[in-house]
């Protein structure tokens, strides 16, 4: 059974790095042919794609926020885990973790969410 | 980066009606396109994938279809369980990119 989980923290200031776990089970991220992706929805708004990490430790980010994201796995631990510096209000959004086979384009296993606010 | 239009942003219907969706790339995608519902407090969930295949589980009565720029999804009969949201999103290159949504709801 695939299961996916994010955690991090609810509630962040302006300025600081915000981390951000993906908890994995029922797959190996060792496995060729699996990715992990990063997306995140702010409030009332569309998806946005963050990053993407491969079996073979490739990586993937969006452009317009390259310079603040850091993605990178755990395989022993089974996690993932996506780091942004510098976060903004802007940033407030749910953050999802998500499967995919690369032979195939969908995301077929996503984590439920986790809500990050960024305030002073 | 490919822009997804998607239309409409909001539908309203009833019961048994039949709904469509479009989702226009800005480039060929070449049928890597992709549909998601998002109910509301919940993860999007894959419909179709690659254009016009449903995925394991999904009810029949949801379908896609098109090519190059240009795609459509469709309810064959709306039910009230398909409330949601709905996304389309190009993964013909990277970033990965997602229509701005279709707000479904029943009349």
């Known amino acids: 059974q695939v299961t996916l989980r994010e955690s991090g923290p609810a509630l962040v200031k302006p300025t600081q790095t915000l981390i951000l776990t993906c908890d994995f089970s029922?797959?190996?991220?060792?496995?060729?042919?699996?990715?992990i992706n990063w997306i995140r929805q702010p409030p009332g708004k569309a998806l946005e794609w963050l990053a993407r990490i491969d079996w073979d430790d490739d990586k993937y980010y969006t452009s317009s926020l390259k310079t603040r994201l850091t993605i990178s796995k755990d395989t022993s631990q089974n996690q993932v885990v996506l780091t942004m510096t510098n976060v903004d209000p802007v940033d407030t959004a749910t953050y999802f973790c998500?499967?995919?086979?690369?032979?195939?384009?969908?995301?077929?296993?996503w984590g439920p969410g986790t809500l990050v606010t960024v305030s002073s | 980066d490919i822009q997804m239009t998607q239309s409409p942003s909001s539908l309203s219907a009833s019961v048994g009606d039949r709904v469509t969706i479009t989702c226009q790339a800005s480039?060929?995608?070449?049928?890597?396109l992709n549909w998601y519902q998002q109910k509301p407090g919940k993860a999007p969930q894959v419909l179709i994938y690659e254009a016009a295949n449903l995925e394991t589980g999904v009810p029949s009565r949801f379908s896609g279809s098109g090519s190059g720029t240009d795609y459509s999804f469709t309810i064959s009969s709306l039910q009230p369980e398909d409330i949601g949201t709905y996304y389309c999103?190009?993964?013909?290159?990277?970033?990965?990119?997602f229509g701005q949504g279709t707000r479904l709801e029943i009349k």
């Open positions: 998500a499967r995919q086979l690369t032979t195939v384009t969908k995301f077929d296993y």
């Open positions: 480039q060929d995608v070449n049928t890597y």
């Open positions: 029922g797959f190996s991220l060792t496995t060729s042919g699996i990715c």
């Open positions: 999103q190009q993964y013909e290159d990277l970033p990965i990119t």
